[in-house]
């Protein structure tokens, strides 16, 4: 037992030494030592590991940032009555101020968008008001309002539209979609003053009859005078 053991260091010793007295394997032949694998091969591999990982973290960012950005705008959709993001044109905006003349007073843009037609009401003299559910809409247009000199008489808020009382603005601006009309019709009833003018933009409200109309097809807009439907709701 001693003797193997002796046998066994001094094998160790001879194949860290690389001598002339290397080991021989069983067939009387020296056992010849493994090749080392080539520097450059495990340069090469672990390069390729790093860009590896690093498109890996790259793609999963993506997929995060997608999902923050894309979260609030689909959101909406999810509900029971969505008011989906659709930038207005020009000719809508137009129309929309055509309405608003000889107007005074606070106005409202119910699902205010990217906040143009704030900022345009805002242009027009108007101390104007976006309530908008999606928050990276509402930090852009409080950005643009900056951008076009009129931040002071404007404000944008992150809110659901059921949740605000309108009661205190005397114009109301609504882009909205049919499915919404009819419960919007009976809050807003509810809420203004006889004083003011509701101006839908894209569709009408089912029961009222427009005071004004201006536009043709998507750039239609209807101007509601809330003393005139209450007017005729008293009649006999």
């Known amino acids: 037992m001693v003797e193997s053991t002796s046998v066994f260091y001094s094998q160790g010793n001879l194949a860290m030494e690389g001598g002339e007295g290397a080991p021989r394997d069983g067939y009387g032949g020296s056992r010849q030592p493994a090749p080392d694998l080539p520097a450059r091969s495990e340069a090469g591999g672990s390069q390729r ?17 997608l999902y923050a950005v894309a979260t609030p705008f ?10 989906p993001f659709v930038p207005a ?9 055509k309405m608003l ?7 409202v843009d119910v699902g205010s968008g990217d906040g143009r037609v704030v ?3 805002a242009k027009e003299g108007f101390t104007a008001v976006g309530y908008e559910l999606n928050p990276w ?17 404007t404000s944008f808020y992150i809110s659901d539209l059921w949740k605000v009382s309108f009661s205190q603005y005397s114009n109301v601006v609504v882009f909205g979609v049919p499915q919404m009309m009819p419960q919007l019709e009976k809050k807003l009833e509810l809420e203004l003053q006889d004083d003011a003018r509701v101006i839908a933009c894209r569709f009408p409200f089912p029961h009222w009859t427009p005071a004004h ?9 209807w101007a509601y005078d809330v003393s005139a439907f209450r007017s005729r709701e008293k009649r006999p």
Not at 49 to 57: A, E, F, K, Y
Not at 213 to 221: A, P
């Open 101 to 107: 003349r000889r107007r005074r007073g606070s106005l």
């Open 74 to 83: 689909l959101t909406p959709a999810l509900r029971k009555v969505c008011l």
């Open 137 to 153: 809409l509402v930090w852009y247009s409080r950005y643009r309002a900056w951008r076009e000199g009129v931040r002071g008489s």
């Open 89 to 97: 044109t020009a000719k809508q905006i137009e129309n929309v101020v």
């Open 49 to 65: 590991t790093s860009w590896g990982l690093l498109l890996t973290g790259v793609a999963g960012g993506a997929l995060v940032a």
């Open 213 to 221: 109309v201006t536009g043709h097809g998507v750039d239609t807009v």
């Open 119 to 121: 900022i345009a009401a």
